[in-house]
């Protein structure tokens, strides 16, 4: 997702992202969600964790060749 910084604290990325993924777990039985960002991205790791997102294991980060300034979090279930 991105929107611009005009549309920022609105709601409107965790509104559209939560329907993205109520479609992907109810309609198509997705157990494992995953998002990439920027270490330093605040904004976007606050957005993940209230989607239920948390940071990946230091070794799950490792298998999924994350970059040095980046950070998985993921959703299961």
């Not at 329907?19 to 992907?24: P, T």
């Not at 109810?26 to 904004?43: C, D, E, F, I, M």
Request: hydrophobic share 40%; with cysteine.
């Amino acid at each position: 997702y991105e929107l611009s910084s005009t549309y920022w604290g609105r709601g409107l990325a965790h509104e559209a992202a939560d329907c993205v993924i109520a479609e992907l777990t109810g309609h198509y039985r997705v157990h494992r969600l995953s998002a990439v960002l920027k270490a330093t991205n605040q904004r976007s790791r606050r957005l993940l964790e209230r989607l239920g997102m948390h940071i990946a294991s230091p070794q799950t980060q490792a298998q999924e060749n994350i970059g040095v300034d980046e950070l998985l979090m993921v959703r299961n279930g």
